[in-house]
């Protein structure tokens, strides 16, 4: 009983008293994957200009990411556009699935795993080079098993295109301009060039008190 007493103390007060760390960066000891090789731009699925919604699907390759830990960071290769560009009521999920090129009936391409939502909201895109898609860290934690898939959801915008770099690929990129459609088309020949940041351990923050807690899911 004293042994167990003394550890809680100990693990207590190293808590309490070591450094404060305000937030872990995204990816802290991870890993960051440019996954695909970069082709021609493409304004799906961030095209303000010419809808006004989208429900887009892509699939990246286990090989092609070849780590696992939480994704921290998502984001695109931009190419030409005029920002702010904002999408609103905006969703992307995150999804593990056995799939190796994707189907036209978006739910399938989910083969039985319950997708994560790591962002939801107005999605404003800016920058240039890398832009950042604004998602919530530590929530999905990548296996390294299995293919990752992502959906992009918005409807309703303020009018502008975004061009971003796709990828030469098999069949990994499916969408509808139609952000509740249940079907979209499968674009032969087409992946999406990314970055992903995967962090092998979860964010942290300090509290009022001063004690750090992890944000574990």
């Not at 007493?5 to 450094?19: D, E, K, N, R, S």
């Not at 962002?119 to 890398?130: A, R």
């Not at 098993?145 to 502008?160: C, F, K, P, Y």
């Amino acid at each position: 009983m004293k042994k167990v007493v003394f550890a809680i103390t100990a693990l207590a007060f190293t808590t309490t008293l070591g450094p404060k760390v305000t937030h872990a960066a995204a990816g802290d000891s991870g890993k960051v994957v440019e996954v695909e090789t970069r082709s021609d731009p493409n304004r799906v699925p961030w095209r303000g200009g010419l809808g006004d919604g989208i429900r887009f699907q892509c699939l990246w390759l286990q090989s092609a990411i070849n780590y696992a830990g939480y994704v921290n960071m998502i984001e695109f290769y931009y190419y030409s556009g005029s920002f702010p560009a904002s999408f609103n009521n905006c969703k992307i999920l995150l999804c593990h699935s056995t799939k190796t090129v994707l189907e036209a009936t978006f739910a399938n391409n989910y083969t039985g795993n319950t997708p994560a939502e790591v962002f939801s909201g107005t999605q404003t895109l800016s920058g240039s080079g890398w832009i950042d898609t604004h998602i919530k860290p530590n929530v999905f934690n990548y296996n390294n098993r299995d293919n990752l898939l992502m959906e992009v959801v918005w409807n309703g915008d303020n009018g502008r295109d975004v061009f971003c770099y796709r990828a030469s690929g098999a069949s990994r990129r499916c969408y509808s301009y139609t952000s509740t459609a249940t079907r979209g088309i499968v674009y032969t020949m087409e992946a999406q060039y990314i970055r992903l940041t995967l962090g092998t351990m979860p964010a942290v923050y300090v509290t009022s008190l001063g004690r750090v807690k992890t944000l574990l899911r």
